[in-house]
């Protein structure tokens, strides 16, 4: 036997197979990198929605005790502002020409 029938040789095809393998579960682990990243993430905000829950509970828990009053505005308190605005504007606009 000759040394070429001896050599080691590698087919085209085992390459690209290799490669292929190798770029795939690069891939996943990326992939798994930024779930984890998103799972960190998707945690502080199931933190944060916790707390505003209960802060939520606690501000009507005061407000049925009547700590705290409501402040509310109807619609003609809204109209009265809007067109208290309106001859400020106007003012101001006269007192400038």
Do not use: W
């Amino acid at each position: 036997m000759s040394s070429k029938d001896r050599s080691f040789s590698v087919s085209p095809g085992t390459v690209l197979s290799a490669f292929c393998l190798l770029l795939y579960y690069a891939g996943f682990i990326r992939i798994e990198l930024k779930f984890d990243d998103h799972d960190q993430r998707l945690m502080a905000v199931e933190e944060v929605i916790s707390q505003i829950k209960e802060d939520n509970d606690e501000t009507m828990s005061a407000l049925n005790e009547g700590r705290i009053y409501r402040r509310t505005l109807n619609l003609a308190t809204i109209e009265c502002l809007i067109a208290v605005s309106v001859t400020a504007e106007s003012l101001i606009l006269y007192l400038r020409a």
